[in-house]
Structure formats: structure tokens, C-alpha cells
């Protein structure tokens, strides 16, 4: 964990905030002034902190937060229909579903089409909104390109009206997440929850050798040589799984030396990708791929194989996504000692990089037949009582502040000990999303040409700025 | 009044087009539209998100697509796969329908174990060699230490330069038992007293197969070897799943630049652009493959 310093210019440094003050936020979010808000907004961090959870009491809790109603209900029996991309997520939001239909809406059932997976999805999507389509009425988005091309085609609906009805639901998002959702100003998508790229890594591997969880990049350089010698892979890096992956060692520097904002101007076409702390990420992912840490071919690696390789054993740390836990616990033997931290400070006295976003997004289609029904399934879905059960099901983190006492009930089922860690990790969070398809396009290449040392990084970032003028003026501004 | 045999010839004609007017009807609005279409669309800018399609723009996608590097080097892949994967695949599948089509004891088991893996589900035999190529755990480094060529080990599907041979091998092996299967069909189908009459004039076993059999079985190996190469340039699935076209486009083919600037990058006129390149190629294979198909029924005939 990063020191209070660290964290107060991880928030920008515009109206820097103590530990005590944001843990305030976490509980007392419904009642932060404005001013507050405002100030979160300059950044460009995700998430913010939640309060310590509350020892749990004897017997079962509840959640104890409120189930609204909705303010519209459906006149006769009618079907939403939902389409996303993240098969383990449909459980929980079929329960909220059936649960508003049981309390609020027995009119109103929702349909959940997942598809395989984000690929399949974007491509279902494209064509029912090219064939100006009603259906889906909700769809399920990601922040950055996906959210970007949906808005400004005209294909969503904006979120503002709702949240001018409705305050406090809007009090109940991180501003920051909010803020990487609003494209030229309408907020595109609202998330279901937050989540994080940390270090997984295996306990007792690093107590039998004598290993301290690492603070600095040196540290981590010693940790890997050490495993080296022993015959263990460091660590297990998935570099293969999809074109988002290899971006994560530049992502994790230009956080890691708070040049996340400059990587968003440069994204938006304001600031060249050939700045001297934008090519220092590109240095570094090169630095990176020639230090033996990772396991061997990284970009041959996807998400089951590092899995694998880090379940049984072969490798005693795996960097990977809040959103890997339920597969990593399914891969584990028993009596596996799982611990995590975050990616240790790459530079002098800087902060402890976490790679934050908010995760699946839910919005509404601008030609669905019922979209004000279909506001408030996604109400019900990411509101106060929605977003403590979707996150006690999935372990992931919630869309916003939740109390004390939201964490002690969702403990009493979660019963896992690495889920307030996440949480506490959640504040310190940088970006991993970059907006224009080419730009992200060519830091996929140019990162893979890194990792596998065909390109230097002066010409990688100067391929992603030529792709970057190339694109010229931006349709859109975020934020 | 149309005289009797026009009538005549005018009712045979319409019967005919009454039959056949469905499947026209079909393959109009399932193939031919969606071609029209296409060309069309690669003539203007499109996002594929809007209802309509954006400006016209002549032909500046197919400028655009000249222009691109990532164009040339997918075409240059895709021709790669197309020479490396049809020769090997035809080769290996003559050897084995040769193989085969002797009087062996487990004839049938082996046909069916060479068969399997056409039948074998696409996504699952990717998978399977994902995790086969596995630089650190998969089957094929543990058995190169296993055996001492430890050297040989290799992120096979994380280097550029062994991606693409990778990708093709696992394409080859999916694919030989269907190239088998019509070579020894066609075997089986060749003139036994051609045969026999190359034996009693002493020829031995190579001879036979050098002088009579590959002679005889040239248009099935020409048919196959045309199947095998329009399979190659429509290659998309097996690259999607294994490599998304990388690492740095070292394994990027037509279809799945196709499919990148047309989901990916929203550049649905180059998308369009690609797809129509694709077509004629395609299409100019399979006429290609209706000549060599009517050459060898005039060899049969005569």
C-alpha cells in the first residue's frame, strides 16, 4: 500500500484528501458536498475507499441497505431484453431481476443474453443498432473505444435526466467512474462494478524462500532473480489473453509516476505520445519483458495457461485482474496460501501502481420500446441494494461507496479474505482504458513488437503518435 | 396466338424456372445481395453503428488498403498459409490414402483416428494446442526436454517468427483427414486393370505409384489441392481463436484483418474493401477449380 502522501498526489493533487477524509467519503458519500465531487473529477484514478468493515455480530445479516421501488412501473406484463458478455456475472443479475419483479414490478421480467465474450457481444450489438433495432433494451458496455463509438452514434440513451431525478442515486457511483463514462458530456453507461490489475502471489512459496511482499521495482527485480535461481517462474503474465493485456506494464508506469492524465490527453490527440514520460512506459515494458521476471513468451500466454502455471506451483506470482479471482480459488489445490499486492512502486519514492476501471457497464438503447423501464432495471441492477448484492456474489467491488456494515454482510457469504484487501486497493487505482480504437490499436502492436524486442520504444511511440495524428481532431471529449 | 411449339418450349422453360426460382431467390438475397452490398459499402465510409452509411468515397478505401503496410503483410500471410498449409495437407493426405488403401490390419481404426480431427470441434482443437504451445507447461516444450532437445523449446505462439508455422501445423492437422478421405475415394475409383497391367509389366511398388497412380489420380489431387487453397485464404476461426493475428501482425490473414478494422476499428468501407478483395480471389480459385473439375470429366469421358 501506498503511504498517505503517496495517495493524496495519487488524487491529483488539486484538493488532496487524508485517509481520514476519504474513508468519510466511503461513508458518508450521500451527503458529500459537490465541491467534493468536483475536485475527484480532475482525476483520473477509479474507485475511492471504503470503510473498514464492521465486526460481524452472531447470526445472519441482512443487507442493509434499501430496496427502492421503481418510479415507473410496466402497465401490462413485458420483457427486457439484456445483452452482455460476462457469463459468471448473469447469476447475480438474474437474482436482482427476480427480486425487483418479486418486490416492485411483477410485470416486468428481464431476458439476459451472454454472449461468449466481449468480441461476440460488440458484434451483436453493432448489428442490432446498425438495423436501428429495439432490441436489446439494455446493453452492456465497455468504458473507452466501445463507449465512445455507442455515443456518439446516437445509440444510447444519456444517464443525465435520470440522475437529475434521482440525486442520490448518482451519489451512490465513484465521480472518478462516472467520469470515464461521460463522453461530450452525456454519461454514456453506469458501471455495475469496479475492479483492479494486482499481483496475485503464492505465500508460502515466499515464506519458504525467505521472500518479503516487494515495495519498489528493485525489490521485485531481487524477488525474481532469487525465484530464478530456485527453478520458479516470478511471474505468470498472461500477455496473450486479449489485445488489452499487453498494454498493462505501460499502463502500470504511467500510473506508477502519475502521468495517467498526459496518457489521456495524448489519447485524445491533445499531447504527443513522444513526451518523455510516455516513452520512459515504453522503456519500461521493454525493461520489463528482458528481466527474467516473467514466465517464458508471455504473449503465448493466455489467462487459463498463466492460471495454470501459477496454481500449480510453476511460478509464484501471477499478475492479473480482480475479475480472475473465482477462476484462479477454481484452479487452486486445497491449503493454497493466496495473497496479494499491488505492482510495487516503479519509480524513487513513488506510489504503488493499481490498474483500476470500472468493469461491465450497463446502458440503454436510444430505439428500446420501454426505456424508462429499462433505467430502472438498471437502477435496481447498480443501485444502493443492487450493488451489495452483485458484489457479495462476485467478490468484485462495488460502483461506489458501500458502509461498513454492506461489507460485514457481504463478508458473512464471501467469507474471502482477499476482498477488503481489493477494496482497500480500489482508491489508489490508475487508468487502463484508452478511448480511440487506432490509438489503442497501435499500443497493442507496438507493446507486443516491446515484448518481443523487434521495435525500440522511441519507434514504438512514435508508430502510436503517427496512428495518433492520423486519426486528427477527436470527434469526442470525456469527462 | 403463339404458335405450339413456342408454347411448348415457353411451358418446359417456366417449369424449370418454377423449380429453381426458390433456390435463386435464396442464393440472390443470401449471397449475391450481401456481395452487392458489400462492394457497395466499400465504396463509402461507414462506422457500422449508424443506420445509414456515411459519405461516398469512391474507390479510397481500396487507396487506403494499397497504402497500409498491415494490409500487404495480411495478404503476404494469408498466401504463406495457402502455400505451406495446401501441399502439406494434400501431400500427407496422398501418403496416408496411399497408405491406406493397402490391405492393412487396422485400415478402418486408422481412417477413423485420421478422421477424428475433422470432425473435432474448431474452438476445441485450438484450445488444445493453446495449451500444446504453452511456452513454460505445454506438451510439446516438456517432451522436447523430455527427449534432450530442451534447445528447441520455444514460445511458439509468442515469437513472430514461429507464430504463423505454428498456427499452420495445427491447420494441417485438422485438416489432412478430409484431404485423405476424398484421395482415397478417389483411389479406390481408379481402373484396376490399369493396375494390374503395370504389375505384370514388372513395375514395383514406387513405379506404380510414380507412373500410374499419381498420373490418374492427377484431377482429384488438383481438386483437393483447390479445395485445400480456398479453405487457406478464408482462414479466420482457427487464427482468431489461437492468435487475434499477432503478435504484431504475425499472423494477421485477410479474414482477420477483415474482421479487425470492421469490429475493432469501425473502418467498415476498408472492411468492405478487404471482403471484396477476398471474393475475387476466391471466386477466381473456384473458377479456376469448375476448369480443372470439367477437365477431368473430359479425361474421364475419353
Known sequence: ?479 | MLPATVRYRWRRQAAGYAFTGPALLILAAFLLYPIGYSVWLSLHEWDGYTPRWGPFVGLENYRALVADEVFWRAALNSIVFVIVRTPLEVGLGFLLALLLNRRLAARSLLRTLFFVPVVMSLIVVTIIFQRVYEPNTGLLNTVLHAVGLGAWAHPWLGDPATALPAVIAVSVWKNVGFSLVILLAGLQGLPQDVMEAARVDGANAWQLTRRVITPLMRPILALTALLSIIGGLKVFDLVFIMTRGGPTYSTEVLATMLYREAFELNHMGVASAVAVILVAVVLSIARIQALVLRESREIEAA
Open chain 1, 1 to 479: 500500500m501506498g503511504t498517505v502522501t503517496d495517495r493524496r498526489e495519487a488524487h491529483g493533487g488539486a484538493r488532496a484528501m487524508s485517509r481520514r477524509r476519504l474513508l468519510r467519503l466511503g461513508v458518508l458519500a450521500a451527503t458529500a458536498p459537490p465541491v467534493v465531487l468536483r475536485a475527484r473529477r480532475a482525476t483520473a484514478q477509479i474507485g475511492g475507499a471504503q470503510p473498514t468493515p464492521a465486526p460481524a455480530p452472531a447470526g445472519e445479516l441482512k443487507n442493509p441497505a434499501e430496496f427502492r421501488g421503481p418510479k415507473i412501473k410496466a402497465s401490462g406484463p413485458t420483457t427486457l431484453s439484456f445483452w452482455q458478455y460476462v457469463g459468471f456475472h448473469v447469476e447475480v443479475q438474474k437474482f436482482i431481476a427476480e427480486e425487483y419483479k418479486r418486490r416492485h414490478d411483477p410485470n416486468l421480467s428481464l431476458e439476459i443474453t451472454a454472449y461468449p465474450g466481449l468480441n461476440e457481444q460488440r458484434v451483436g450489438v453493432k448489428s442490432a443498432l446498425a438495423a436501428q433495432s429495439p432490441t436489446p433494451d439494455i446493453i452492456a458496455i465497455e468504458p473507452g473505444a466501445y463507449a465512445v463509438d455507442v455515443s456518439t452514434s446516437g445509440s444510447v440513451l444519456d444517464f443525465t435526466k435520470v440522475f437529475a431525478d434521482d440525486p442520490e442515486y448518482k451519489r451512490g457511483f465513484w465521480p472518478n467512474a462516472l467520469d470515464l463514462l461521460t463522453i461530450n458530456g452525456a454519461v454514456v453507461s453506469v458501471p455495475a462494478v469496479t475492479n483492479t490489475v494486482i499481483v496475485y502471489y503464492n505465500r508460502s512459496v515466499f515464506r519458504q524462500h525467505g521472500l518479503e511482499v516487494p515495495n519498489t521495482l528493485d525489490d521485485l527485480k531481487k524477488i525474481g532473480a532469487t525465484l530464478n535461481a530456485k527453478g520458479i517462474i516470478p511471474i505468470a503474465y498472461p500477455a496473450g489473453q486479449d489485445r488489452n493485456f499487453p498494454i498493462f506494464p505501460y499502463y502500470t508506469y504511467v500510473g506508477g509516476i502519475k502521468a495517467d492524465r498526459l496518457l489521456r490527453e495524448a489519447d485524445l490527440g491533445l499531447k504527443p505520445w513522444t513526451s518523455p514520460e510516455l516513452v520512459a512506459g515504453a522503456e519500461f515494458v521493454e525493461m520489463m519483458a528482458k528481466s527474467g521476471l516473467y514466465a517464458k513468451g508471455p504473449l503465448g500466454i493466455k489467462e487459463p495457461d498463466a492460471i495454470q502455471i501459477f496454481a500449480t506451483g510453476r511460478s509464484a506470482m501471477f499478475w492479473g485482474g480482480q475479475w480472475m479471482r473465482r477462476s484462479i480459488r477454481a484452479a487452486l489445490p486445497p491449503g493454497f496460501d493466496l495473497g496479494l499486492f499491488p505492482f510495487p512502486a516503479v519509480a524513487p519514492g513513488g506510489h504503488k501502481p493499481v490498474l483500476s476501471s470500472v468493469g461491465i457497464t450497463l446502458t440503454v438503447n436510444a430505439r428500446s420500446k420501454q426505456p424508462d423501464l429499462a433505467f430502472e432495471m438498471i437502477k435496481a441492477i447498480t443501485g444502493a441494494w443492487g450493488k451489495i448484492e452483485y458484489t457479495k456474489n462476485l467478490g468484485l467491488s462495488p460502483n461506489g461507496p458501500i458502509s461498513a456494515d454492506a461489507i460485514a454482510y457481504q463478508m458473512q457469504s464471501l467469507k474471502d479474505p482477499l476482498y477488503p484487501e481489493f477494496l482497500k486497493l480500489q482508491p489508489t487505482g490508475t487508468t487502463r482504458v484508452i478511448f480511440t480504437p487506432v490509438v489503442e490499436e497501435a499500443m497493442t502492436q507496438g507493446m507486443q513488437a516491446l515484448i518481443t524486442g523487434q521495435k525500440t520504444a522511441k519507434t514504438v511511440m512514435e508508430s502510436v503518435e503517427a496512428a495518433s495524428q492520423k486519426v486528427g481532431t477527436r470527434k469526442f471529449r470525456t469527462g
